[in-house]
């Protein structure tokens, strides 16, 4: 596990230490490869590649943003980062999280029991940026995906690309720059799964989430290491890779109707993720015995239905084209005249 490329220690309270971790730069090695996939598909389309460079640049922008965003509100984190910014009293970091030396380091108040044993830190400067923290992780893939996927489209429109088309290219390069950010995570050592003596289990090092929860659960204490997990990060980078794979090099050449490569990848992703979600054992936000990103891979799914109904059906009406003109009534043929009664005769002579 490798989770920090670079710390620096800014000297300010309102900034703290920023840490260049392993997952942002796996998402930045998919992000400027994800660029120059989209501008090569825009120069064999005659597309002005200014436009698509710009349009990459907002999707990462914005995809940003929204993963964060979703992070800081359905991931559990809400409170803890309103705390910080306002009373950060309120905030206790237990020993599992923040060490005695790490608390220190915070300008932290450590905690003690009785015994006088290390149980916790209590932070006492505020940090309101806390939640905005690009350099380290805290983002999920569905909030990049309504983040991202609402400039795109308000990008698009604005500058007149093919919509559909473009979509369907974008799909597959976002599955793909998410192949790599689950890399980054398995470099973090965050989003793992449940224990296991399986061959699939890897072990993570003292201080790595995984020791941090188990530590928490009681599964282990400060001295031993944490036992072995299942790394469900490498599964979905597996199935990001497969599907996005999928996408650009067997459905792109086979699509029935513009839209279909987005709803096939994005309904694999959401089946896929609502699976692995199952084996994880990472603290996440949840409603119903259901992670967040299980109910909305459930929506996704449902979404994907109905945006498939609506273009497989506009798609069929353009293939049997527009109904042919009603022809226009013929006129009538005019109508010779009758020719008109006999004239009454001479009454005959009656006997």
């Not at 795109?152 to 604005?158: G, M, P, V």
């Not at 790394?231 to 497969?242: I, S, V």
Request: some cysteine; charged content about 15%; proline content about 8%.
């Amino acid at each position: 596990m490798h989770p920090t490329v670079l710390r620096w220690n800014s000297g300010w309270s309102w900034l703290g230490t920023i840490e260049i971790s392993s997952y942002f730069v796996a998402v930045g090695v998919g992000m400027v490869l994800g660029t120059w996939l989209l501008w090569r598909w825009a120069r064999a389309r005659q597309l002005d590649r200014n436009d698509v460079l710009d349009l990459a640049l907002w999707v990462a922008v914005f995809g940003l943003i929204g993963a964060k965003l979703m992070h800081v509100v359905a991931d559990g984190y809400l409170s803890e980062y309103v705390n910080i910014c306002f009373d950060p009293s309120q905030v206790f970091w237990d020993k599992w999280r923040v060490g005695a030396g790490y608390c220190r380091e915070l300008h932290g108040i450590p905690q003690y029991d009785a015994l006088r044993h290390y149980v916790g830190c209590v932070p006492t400067e505020s940090n309101c940026l806390a939640w905005i923290n690009l350099f380290a992780g805290g983002y999920t893939y569905y909030g990049g995906l309504l983040g991202g996927g609402a400039a795109a489209f308000l990008f698009i429109r604005r500058r007149k690309l093919p919509l559909w088309p473009t979509v369907d290219t974008l799909s597959w390069i976002v599955i793909l720059g998410l192949g790599f950010g689950r890399i980054g995570c398995f470099f973090n050592g965050c989003c793992f799964g449940h224990v296991t003596d399986s061959w699939l289990g890897v072990v993570f090092p003292p201080g790595s989430p995984a020791w941090v929860e188990q530590g928490q659960q009681g599964l282990i204490d400060p001295r031993h290491g944490p036992l072995p997990v299942l790394p469900t990060q490498l599964f979905e980078a597996a199935a990001g890779f497969a599907i996005a794979a999928f996408q650009a090099l067997w459905l792109e050449r086979r699509k029935r109707y513009d839209g279909e490569t987005f709803v096939v990848g994005v309904s694999l992703y959401a089946t896929a993720r609502i699976i692995i979600e199952f084996f994880r054992a990472d603290p996440r936000g949840g409603f119903l015995g259901l992670s967040t990103s299980q109910l909305v891979g459930l929506a996704t799914l449902v979404g994907m239905a109905l945006v498939h109904r609506g273009r497989s059906r506009r798609s069929a009406e353009t293939a049997d084209g527009p109904p042919p003109p009603a022809e226009p009534p013929s006129a009538a043929a005019p109508s010779s005249p009758e020719p008109p009664p006999p004239a009454a005769g001479p009454s005959a002579p009656t006997d």
